[in-house]
């Protein structure tokens, strides 16, 4: 079965640090993505990858950004974390096309 | 753009009742579409799917029709069990900028 960790289940983290989520996929999926989840607001894509080096913007990047240097692996970065960003974090790969996404089990990020 | 609407829930079921959960869609073109299931503390997975009109996807008693007419995608399953208690989630492919998800129907089974 496919895989897809993600580092850490629970975070918090002060206002201000930087912080890293990582995530690590095992099937040589070329696309990855970074959702957040929030209660009445559902998923909500953040940055996705299609390849390594290369990221696209979601519907909701500001305050992130995100690094693909192997193609296994799809980092999201808080740059100066703030309370709004309290969130589950969730990752996900892809073969592409209609094939199913794959998530990891998520990260729930404390910003205090 | 792209947007999914499902009923938010709480539904509250007995065992062995029907379920229906509603999705409705709005989208350019000939989307896909998907659900997706989120047991408690666990990531989502992928439940059944559709890629055109009129397909019905199947998976664990659960079954949804493509309806492109009605641009809905409604899932249904004939008897559940206290195990099917999670959240439930809509989504549509578009196109090639990832998954457009509802806002999710948290499912309660009651014994």
């Known amino acids: 079965d496919v895989k897809v960790t993600q580092s850490s289940r629970y975070l918090v983290k002060r206002t201000g640090e930087k912080v890293f989520l990582e995530c690590v996929q095992d099937m040589d999926h070329e696309n990855m993505f970074w959702y957040r989840q929030d209660p009445g607001l559902g998923l909500r894509l953040i940055y996705f990858s299609y390849d390594v080096k290369m990221k696209e913007k979601g519907d909701i990047p500001e305050g992130y950004s995100v690094s693909r240097e192997k193609k296994e692996r799809f980092s999201l970065i808080l740059e100066s974390a703030s309370t709004n960003q309290t969130s589950m974090y969730l990752c996900a790969s892809t073969v592409g096309g209609d094939y199913g996404y794959t998530f990891g089990s998520g990260t729930r990020l404390t910003v205090v | 753009g792209d947007s999914v609407t499902q009923m938010e829930g709480p539904v509250t079921l007995s065992e062995e009742a029907f379920l229906t959960i509603n999705c409705t869609y709005t989208?350019?073109?000939?989307?896909?579409l998907f659900w997706y299931v989120q047991y408690p503390g666990e990531g989502l997975q992928l439940l059944l799917k559709?890629?055109?009109?009129?397909d019905k996807g199947s998976n664990k008693g659960f079954e949804a029709t493509y309806r492109k007419e009605t641009t809905s995608f409604h899932l249904e399953k004939g008897s559940v069990q206290v195990s099917d208690s999670a959240v439930y989630f809509c989504?549509?492919?578009?196109?090639?900028?990832?998954?457009?998800f509802g806002k999710g129907t948290h499912l309660i089974i009651q014994p």
């Open positions: 989504a549509l492919r578009g196109g090639a900028d990832g998954l457009t």
């Open positions: 989208a350019t073109g000939y989307p896909s």
């Open positions: 559709a890629t055109k009109a009129d």
